[in-house]
T-cell receptor
Framework: RKEVEQDPGPFNVPEGATVAFNCTYS??????FFWYRQDCRKEPKLLMS???SGNEDGRFTAQLNRASQYISLLIRDSKLSDSATYLC??????????????FGTGTSLTVIP | DTAVSQTPKYLVTQMGNDKSIKCEQN?????MYWYKQDSKKFLKIMFS???????INETVPNRFSPKSPDKAHLNLHINSLELGDSAVYFC??????????????FGPGTRLTVL
């Protein structure tokens, strides 16, 4: 079983639409959670961390449900520039040795004019 | 003032050759990583180093060997390159455990093509 599961999509949505991505993780010891964005032929970049209380950054809202072990990302008022692959990332800290990060396979989003 | 840098950006080589990819971070992070992203776009961890000690060595062939001369550098050496090694290799770094949110910072990637 994969540590992190995501719907690969693709999601094709019109400009202005609201789109939601979900992600599930299998290890209850997971401590921190992130959404990364990866543009074509570029490196992944942090979009936002995901906090237990939920957090919002402009048009982006992230939620964490520890009981159900899933993470979500909501994008409101989609822009053409939001077209990218969105990666769900889970961190399991390992005592004295460091962090172990697990990536989902990514969800592809294309925003259509 | 690039945070994580990799060289070269592109690498085209013949099967059987030996090659190295270099990575440097100027963030003062304790942990560095190498990832492989294949044609299916799945990002797979290969190695991570914490203060020059190997932490994770996933099931990668021993033709791949990470080398860390100091905390700011983690190079990847590949022996006897095979066609299946063609992929994009990303270097990344993060702070050591101690902070709840240790996001990773990625280098721009090295696109390796083995002919």
């Amino acid at each position: 079983r994969k540590e992190v599961e995501q719907d690969p999509g693709p999601f094709n949505v019109p400009e202005g639409a609201t789109v939601a991505f979900n992600c599930t993780y299998s290890n209850s010891a997971s401590q921190s959670f992130f959404w990364y964005r990866q543009d074509c032929r570029k490196e992944p970049k942090l979009l936002m961390s995901v906090y237990s209380s939920g957090n919002e950054d402009g048009r982006f809202t992230a939620q964490l449900n520890r009981a159900s072990q899933y993470i979500s990302l909501l994008i409101r008022d989609s822009k053409l520039s939001d077209s990218a692959t969105y990666l769900c990332v889970v961190n399991i800290p390992i005592f004295l040795t460091g962090n172990q990060f697990y990536f989902g396979t990514g969800t592809s989003l294309t925003v259509i004019p | 003032d690039t945070a994580v840098s990799q060289t070269p950006k592109y690498l085209v080589t013949q099967m059987g050759n030996d090659k190295s990819i270099k990575c440097e971070q100027n963030l003062g992070h304790d942990t560095m990583y190498w990832y492989k992203q294949d044609s299916k776009k799945f990002l797979k961890i290969m190695f991570s180093y914490n203060n020059k000690e190997l932490i994770i060595n996933e099931t990668v062939p021993n033709r791949f060997s990470p080398k860390s001369p100091d905390k700011a550098h983690l190079n990847l050496h590949i022996n006897s390159l095979e066609l299946g090694d063609s992929a994009v290799y990303f270097c990344a770094s993060s702070q050591r455990i101690g902070s709840s949110y240790n996001e990773q910072f990625f280098g721009p990637g090295t696109r390796l093509t083995v002919l």
